[in-house]
């Protein structure tokens, strides 16, 4: 990769801080062996069963990434159906002899489909959560969250869900799902996989007998069980996905520290429950990029009563009430919000206010922090909202669309070229703290190699002198007066898309065949993260042999 001078990369590297990865990225630290565990489980998490290999009977979708797709591995959109009953004087009953109390949507045949029986009266749904930092979370001792709950005050103290892992060994602390049912990776990905795809494993062999009535399982399923595949090193397919959920990185937060609205977050009472540091295990047996890592997930893991804004279902030893406090690290990116997805559309700013106002709902343990939230004046809460949506962001995403291109390069307002002309210092709520990764107040050339790190193959050196175009042009921004990120004529034929040596009517096909958002593809010939009629434009103004 010509990422530029790699003497200043390795400057930049030894002696300043290092690129946060972006939502869906793994650990920066893992080994050579581990990375590779994470691109097979990844390969394992995007695998699209079929019947023939044991999907079903019931299932809600036929992948791990049919879910978690915001990114691969994050937050989705997708909404399961949760059902019970609840009796006149109290108690939940699952409805486990009915098929409860999860529903399977779909079925390998109609005859095994489920649906939510008569005597139900209760329904819910259920968004995905995201499984980004998930070694980490599970590399959290069970005392420091015990810890937390008997710091916090009485009226907002939250519940620890014990469980003993499916795989067996010591009970701890359930940390997974929104009733905190799951304690570690390895169970979470058996029961995703049994509970949502109809895939059986050696942790849990049993099928799902649709409606609970188990002619439905010998009449539709004709796989062997356990179901999940084993690949040709002798890894299970829950092995796999557990690994790549293991490593994947947590998200990043952009500025690191120092928001005014933290400050806010702080004294609003939200963060009592949305815990924001936890310091993981310093275990010797544990992988080196999971052990003694300091995170800020913005959660407690805790079960809290969220009253009247709550699913109504109960889940072992959690109420109907209960709801584990999700984490908000990559809150940026979540839409729809809440645990039944009931706070979607709008812009960042309208979900994230429409979420806290739910926590004051009657009975919530949530209703002081709503309430100190509906008396913030309008900067603090500004800064707030800022704040959460740090949560998340990337280095160096000036226009905040979750991608890293030339066009954070020179935009007007805070652009990389622009916030380094500053005279002034720059703080963690300034736009232009994106760029400022040392924290030290100003946009400089160590930044700038950091951004040319994070531009990957897009941070080219067409003039071949082993420096990348983007750290020339942020010495000498003249060098780039078209802004398109590029050094200007450097380029002998913009237009030409499909690289034959002139502009012709195969770059008009480049183009229409990556028409669309497009980060870094042929048919962007003008660099802008869109291929479009502006790229058309430019091959026709280009058109006929490359000089």
């Known amino acids: 990769m010509t990422v530029g001078s790699s003497l200043l990369m390795a400057c930049v590297l030894a002696g300043g801080p290092m690129l946060q990865p972006r939502m869906g990225e793994p650990l920066a630290a893992l080994s050579d062996q581990q990375l590779d565990l994470f691109w097979v489980g990844l390969e394992d998490y995007l695998k699209n069963f079929s019947v023939d290999e044991g999907l079903g009977p019931g299932f809600n979708q036929t992948s791990c990434a049919s879910c978690h797709n915001n990114p691969v591995g994050g937050a989705g959109s997708q909404l399961v159906t949760r059902f019970g009953h609840m009796g006149k004087k109290g108690g939940f009953d699952p409805m486990a002899d009915l098929g409860g109390s999860l529903l399977q949507a779909n079925a390998v045949d109609e005859s095994c489909q489920e649906f939510i029986p008569g005597g139900a009266n209760v329904t819910s749904l259920r968004v995905t959560p995201g499984a980004l930092g998930y070694g980490l979370i599970e590399a959290i001792a069970d005392a420091d969250i015990l810890a937390v709950r008997d710091a916090q005050p009485a009226p907002q103290r939250g519940t620890a869900r014990m469980g003993v892992p499916i795989e067996g060994g010591p009970e701890r602390v359930g940390r997974f799902g929104w009733k905190a049912q ?26 799902n007998a649709p409606q609970g009535d188990w002619q439905n399982v010998i009449d539709c399923d004709f796989v062997d069980d356990p179901e999940e595949p084993v690949n040709p090193d002798g890894l299970t ?42 310091t993981t295990v310093s275990d010797p047996t544990l992988e080196s990029a999971l052990r003694d890592v300091e995170i800020h997930p913005y959660s407690d893991w805790l079960l809290h009563d969220m009253g009247a804004a709550a699913d109504g279902i109960g889940d072992g030893s959690a109420g109907v009430r209960d709801m584990r406090t999700p984490p ?13 997805g009931r706070v979607g559309g709008g812009t960042f700013e309208t979900r994230v206010v429409e979420a806290i106002e739910l926590h004051g709902a009657t009975g919530s343990q949530g209703m002081e922090a ?55 210092v720059i703080g963690p709520d300034d736009p232009c703290a994106v760029h400022d990764l040392d924290a030290d107040g100003a946009v400089t050339q160590a930044d700038a190699a950091l951004y040319a790190i994070a531009l990957g193959e897009l941070a080219i050196d067409c003039d071949g002198d082993s420096i990348a175009d983007v750290l020339q ?8 007066q078209d802004l398109d990120g590029d050094i200007d004529g450097c380029q002998p034929c913009p237009g030409d898309a499909s690289g034959n040596g002139q502009v012709d009517a195969d770059d008009i096909l480049a183009v229409l065949a990556d028409w669309g958002t497009c980060d870094g593809c042929p048919g962007d010939v003008d660099d802008d993260g869109l291929v479009g009629v502006d790229d058309i434009l430019l091959i026709i103004a280009s058109w006929g042999e490359c000089p």
């Open 328 to 340: 908000l690290w990559g809150v940026r990116r979540r839409n729809p919000m809440w645990h039944d």
């Open 182 to 207: 799951l304690a570690t990776v390895l169970s979470f990905s058996a029961d995703a996989s049994l509970q949502e795809l109809g895939i059986t494993s050696e942790l849990l062999p049993v099928e």
């Open 237 to 278: 397919y829950t092995q796999t996905i557990t690994a790549y959920q293991r490593y994947l990185a947590q998200p990043p937060q952009t500025p690191r520290i120092g928001m005014a609205g933290a400050d806010v977050f702080e004294a609003a009472g939200c963060a009592v429950c949305h815990t924001p540091t936890f």
């Open 473 to 480: 042009i942020f010495a000498d921004p003249s060098l780039d």
């Open 370 to 424: 709503a309430a100190a939230f509906a008396g913030l004046n309008t900067q603090d809460r500004a800064a707030l909202i800022a704040f959460l949506g740090s949560l998340g962001r990337a280095e160096f995403d000036a226009d905040g669309n979750d991608v890293v291109n030339l066009l954070d390069m020179h935009l007007v307002e805070n652009g990389l070229v622009p916030c380094s002309q500053i005279d002034m």
